[in-house]
C-alpha cells in the first residue's frame, strides 16, 4: 500500500469511529487536574549546569492585552484521560479554549517538569499561537483535528524560532533557518507549537555505552513512575512529558526503538511509522535508510490523529518519495492534508465527513471494534525476564478472551540483524550528519564534531566515550559496494522476517513486550538496553506501535505491535481496540525509588 492509501484509510478509519471505541465520552470528563503538582520529592540530580527555561514568558494576544500562565482559567477536563476528540468538543461548544488548555499545560510542565527534566524549553509564542486558535474556533474556521492541540517536539526537529540541539552544545548556538516539514504541517494544522523535549544526545549515537534520557543541554530525563529509573531513549523526553500530562501530543523520532521503546518505559503510545509517510528533512538524522519521526500520545486516537497531520513523504533524501498535498480519499473525494474529520463521522468544523464508498472498506473500518477473527503473533522473548513474560502471558489471555486468537511465533533471521545493523548504520550516519552539519552554525562534519566534544567538559559530565562517532568516521562510505551488500541483506532479511511471520501464521499483527522494566539510571554503568523487539520493523521500514501492557514492580512495560509495510491504518485500528482491552494505564506515581533492579 502507498502512502497516499495509507493517509485515504486513516482518515477514513478515524471518520467510523474505528480509532475512537471505548474512550471515554466528552460527558465522562472530570474537573480539572492541570494545577495538581506531583507527590514525591522534587530533585535535581542531573540537571545540567546552565539548563532552559522552561516557563513560558508573558505573550499578547489580539490587542495587546497581556495572557500569563499563572492565572488562566481552567480546562474542566482530566488532562491525564482527556483525547483530541472530546478536546475538539468543548471546543466547538465553547466550553473551553485553546488558550484555557495551552495554558494548563504550561502550568503542569512549570509545576512538574523539575522533578523529571523532560521539557528544554517552552516556546514563548505558545499563548499567542493559542490565542490565534481561539480566533478560528469562534468564527468557524478552523483547520483541522489539531487546531488548538499543543503539541511538544523532540529536540532533533529544527524549528526556526528555537533552538534545535540534539542534546548537544555543539547546536546550542543559532536556530536552524528554517522549520522541518513535519513541523510546518503541524503549524499549518493549527497544532499549539508548545515546546522542545530533552533527548538521548545525539539521539544515543555517540557512545558505546551511553545513559539514555542524558544531554549536555538537559540533563537527565527522569521515569516519571519512579524518579530513579530510566525513560529509555532516545525520545526520552517526549515520553517522560507525556506520561506527566504536559502536553496532548508529542512528536518522536526513531531508528531502532527510539520511540517505541521510551513509549513503553513511560506507559504511553507510541506509533513509529512506515519508513518515508513522514518527512525526514530537517530532522538530526542517524540514517536516511532507517530513520523516522512519529507521533506519541497517551491513547492511539490521538497518535492516528497526529500522523493524519504529519503523513508527507520526502523526495530529498535516499529512497523517500513525496507525496501529494491533496490526500485522496474512498469514493474519490480529496482533503488538504491536515483536514481530516474527526472520530465518530463528526466534522467538528473540519469540513465534510469522508465518504467511505467502498463497501469493503466500510465494513473492514466499522468492524474493527471487535478482536473476533484477529489473529495475533505472540513473540515472548524470554530475555527480557520472567516477570515481562508473565505480562505477555496476562496479556495474551485478555486478548484471547476479547475473541482474538493469539499463537507464538518467533520471527527468524535475528541474529544476523543483530550482526549486520550498526556496520550499516555507521557508514549512514557519516554521510547524513555531514550534510545536516553543513546546514547548520557550528561543527560543519563529523571530524570537527568529535573534536568539539573532545574540547568541552560538559560534554563528558555523564560519559565521556564517542566511540560510535570515531567508528562512523572511519566507516566505508555508502558507495562501497561491501556497504551496499550489507544494507541490500539488513532490507531484505528484515522484510523476509515480518513477511514470513505474517504469512505463515495468517496474522494481522505480531505482538511483542516493548521492554523491560526501567533499570536504575546510572551513567558510570550506561544502559541494560539490550531489546531486540523493535529491530525487524525499525530495519524493514515497517510499522511498529507500543501500547501499554501492564507493570513490573510499579514499572510500565508496553506491548508492541507490528504489521506488513504500510499498513499503518490498519495497525492503528487494532492497537486502539488492543489498547482499550488491556486498559493497563495508570498514572506515574513520581516515587522517589522501588529498591534495585531484579528484573533480569
Known amino acids: 500500500m502507498g502512502k497516499t492509501s495509507v493517509v485515504a484509510t486513516l482518515a477514513a478509519a478515524l471518520a467510523t469511529g474505528s480509532l475512537l471505541t471505548g474512550l471515554t465520552s466528552p460527558t465522562a470528563l472530570t474537573g480539572p487536574t492541570g494545577s495538581a503538582g506531583p507527590t514525591g520529592p522534587t530533585s535535581s540530580a542531573g540537571a545540567p549546569p546552565h539548563a532552559p527555561a522552561v516557563a513560558a514568558e508573558a505573550d499578547s494576544g489580539p490587542g495587546g492585552s497581556p495572557q500569563s500562565a499563572d492565572a488562566p482559567p481552567g480546562p474542566g477536563v482530566d488532562l491525564d484521560t482527556v483525547t483530541i476528540p472530546e478536546l475538539q468538543d468543548r471546543m466547538a461548544d465553547g466550553s473551553l479554549t485553546p488558550s484555557a488548555l495551552t495554558a494548563a499545560y504550561l502550568r503542569r510542565i512549570k509545576a512538574i517538569n523539575p522533578k523529571i527534566h523532560a521539557v528544554l524549553r517552552t516556546d514563548p509564542t505558545a499563548l499567542r499561537q493559542a490565542a490565534a486558535s481561539d480566533a478560528r474556533h469562534r468564527h468557524g474556521g478552523t483547520r483541522g483535528p489539531l487546531d488548538g492541540i499543543p503539541v511538544l517536539l523532540k529536540d532533533n526537529v529544527n524549528t526556526r524560532d528555537m533552538p534545535t540541539t540534539a542534546g548537544s552544545s555543539a547546536l546550542a548556538g543559532t536556530p536552524p533557518d528554517t522549520d522541518a516539514p513535519l513541523v510546518t504541517r503541524l503549524r499549518d494544522a493549527g497544532a499549539v507549537i508548545l515546546g522542545k523535549t530533552n533527548l538521548s544526545e545525539w539521539a544515543n549515537f555517540r557512545a558505546a555505552k551511553p545513559t539514555s534520557g542524558w544531554s549536555a543541554v538537559g540533563g537527565q530525563t527522569h521515569n516519571p513512575y519512579v524518579l530513579d529509573r530510566n525513560p529509555c531513549g ?28 521510551p513509549a513503553g518505559m513511560n506507559g504511553v503510545v507510541g506509533h513509529k511509522p512506515s519508513h518515508g509517510l513522514v518527512s525526514q528533512t530537517g530532522v538530526v538524522p542517524i540514517s536516511a535508510e532507517q530513520d523516522t519521526a512519529g507521533p506519541m500520545a497517551r491513547n492511539v486516537t490521538d497518535a492516528a490523529l497526529t500522523l493524519s497531520v ?40 473540519f469540513g465534510p465527513t469522508s465518504p467511505l464508498g467502498s463497501p469493503d472498506l466500510l465494513g473492514e473500518l466499522t468492524h474493527r471494534g471487535s478482536l ?53 548504520l555507521y557508514s549512514e550516519f557519516h554521510r547524513d550528519i555531514d550534510a545536516y552539519l553543513a546546514t547548520r552554525h557550528g561543527p560543519r562534519n563529523l571530524a570537527a564534531l568529535i573534536g568539539f566534544h573532545r574540547t568541552h567538559p560538559a560534554e ?6 564517542q566511540e560510535l562517532f570515531e567508528r562512523a568516521l572511519v566507516a566505508p562510505p555508502t558507495t562501497d559496494p561491501a556497504y551496499r551488500a550489507k544494507r541490500a541483506e539488513l532490507k531484505d532479511l528484515s522484510r523476509r522476517s515480518l513477511d514470513e511471520t505474517l504469512s505463515t501464521h495468517r496474522l494481522d499483527a505480531i505482538a511483542a513486550p516493548t521492554n523491560p522494566p526501567a533499570w536504575t539510571t546510572d551513567c558510570a554503568r550506561g544502559d541494560n538496553d539490550v531489546i531486540p523487539s523493535s529491530t525487524p520493523a525499525a530495519v524493514a521500514g515497517y510499522p511498529s506501535l507500543s501500547v501499554p501492557a501492564g507493570f513490573v514492580n510499579k514499572l510500565p512495560v508496553g506491548l508492541l505491535l507490528m504489521a506488513g509495510d504500510h499498513q499503518d491504518a490498519a495497525l492503528l485500528s487494532l492497537g486502539a481496540m488492543v489498547q482499550h482491552r488491556l486498559d493497563a494505564w495508570r498514572a506515574p506515581g513520581y516515587l522517589s525509588s522501588v529498591g534495585p533492579d531484579t528484573s533480569r
Open 234 to 261: 532516545s525520545s526520552s523526553g517526549s515520553a517522560a512529558a507525556l506520561a506527566a500530562s504536559l502536553s496532548q501530543v508529542a512528536i518522536g523520532t526513531e531508528t531502532d526503538g527510539s520511540i517505541v521503546c
Open 372 to 424: 473476533h477473527g484477529k489473529r495475533i503473533g505472540l513473540w515472548r522473548l524470554p530475555s527480557l525476564g520472567p516477570e515481562v513474560d508473565a505480562v505477555m502471558t496476562r496479556t495474551a489471555a485478555k486478548l484471547r478472551t476479547a475473541g482474538a486468537e493469539v499463537v507464538e511465533v518467533t520471527p527468524p533471521y535475528q541474529q544476523r540483524l543483530a550482526e549486520l545493523e550498526f556496520p550499516a
Open 460 to 465: 563528558r559530565t555523564c560519559f565521556a566515550g
Open 310 to 349: 504529519l503523513s508527507g513523504g520526502d523526495a530529498s533524501h535516499p529512497g523517500r518519495t513525496s507525496s501529494p498535498r491533496r490526500t485522496a480519499l474512498p469514493g474519490g473525494t480529496s482533503h488538504p492534508a491536515g483536514s481530516s474529520s474527526l472520530p465518530g463521522g463528526r466534522s467538528g468544523g
